[in-house]
C-alpha cells in the first residue's frame, strides 16, 4: 500500500530524491566505499558474469547482458566500450542478448559514431546467433536512440530497441515499431513532461502493451510487477500469441522466484545481467524505478541472508 502524507502520494517524491542521488559524486563517494553497500550490489550487479551467465542458463532461463558505462565522451572510452562488447560476446551462448548504451558507444559525441560502434557490435553478435538491444537513457538521447535503431534495422532487422512507459509519447514510439523487438519497461530517468505517478505510468505501460501484443513485432514485457506481468499474459493469449512469442525480463537478483515459476510454464524468461565497475548509477535508478525494489534492497542490507 502506498503511503500518503497530506493527500500526496510518497512514491513519486522517494522516486525523484533517488534519482537525483544517482547523480551525486558525493553520494556516490558514501555508498560506493561501504563495505555492507558492496555485500548487497553482488546481488544486483554481477561479480562475475561468465558464472553467472552460466548458472542462469543451466536453470532455464535466457539472459541479456549489460555491460556498465554510460555518458561517455571521449573517443577513447568508447572504444574500449566496444571491445569490452566484442569480449562478452564470446561468453553468450545462442539465443542470448546484450543490452547497449549508444552514450557509452559515442552518441554524445556523434550519432554516427555511436552508430558505427553498434554496427560493429550487431555483425558480432549476430555471428554468435546472440541479439542486441538499444537501452533507453535520459529523455534528451531518445530521438538519437530512435535513429539510430531505424538505421541498424536496415541490415540487422533483430535488432532490439527500449521504450519507456513513463514518457508521455511511449504509445506512439510502440505505434511506429511494427515488426520490432521492443523491450518495454516502465523508466528509471526523469524527463520534462513525464509521467510521474505511479497509477499513469502503470496505464500508459498497459496501452503500450496492448499496441505490442496486438502488433507483428515481439514484445519483451520488462516488469516485476505481479499484476502487469498478469495483464500481459492475458494479452497475449487474446492476440493468439504462443508462449515463444514474447518474453518476460526481470533484473538479476530481483524476484529470482518469480523469475524460476514463469520459465516452469514454458514462458520465455530473460533476466538483465549487469556487471563491471561503474554500478553505481545503475542500482540508484533501479531502485527509483519502482518502489519494490527499494523494500527488496533494504530489505537484503538488514538481512545479508
Known sequence: MVQRHAGVSVVPVLRQALLAVSKSERAERVISTSPLTRDVVKRYV????????????RRGLLVTVDHLGEEVTDR???????????????L???GADVSVKLTALGLRLSEQLALDHAAAICRAAAAGDVTVTLDAEEHD?????????????RDHPDVGVVVQ?????????????????????KGAYTAPGAYTKTA??????V?????LMAGTGYPMVATHDPRLVRIASTLAVLHGRDLTGFEYQMLYGVRPGE??????????MRVYVPYGSDWYAYLMRRLAEHPRNLTFFLRSLVSRG
Open 46 to 57: 554481477a561479480d562475475d558474469v561468465g558464472a553467472a551467465i552460466d548458472e542462469l542458463t
Open 76 to 90: 577513447a572510452q568508447t572504444e574500449e566500450s566496444v571491445r569490452e562488447y566484442l569480449s562478452l560476446l564470446r
Open 92 to 94: 553468450l551462448p545462442a
Open 141 to 153: 538521447t531518445i530521438p538519437g536512440l530512435h535513429s539510430v535503431h531505424a538505421a541498424l534495422r
Open 165 to 185: 512507459a513513463y514518457l508521455p509519447d511511449a504509445l506512439e514510439r510502440c505505434e511506429k515499431l511494427g515488426g520490432a523487438r521492443v523491450r518495454l519497461c
Open 200 to 205: 499513469d505510468i502503470d496505464r500508459s505501460f
Open 207 to 211: 496501452r503500450c502493451l496492448k499496441v
Open 259 to 268: 523469475q524460476a515459476r514463469l520459465a516452469g510454464l514454458g514462458a520465455q
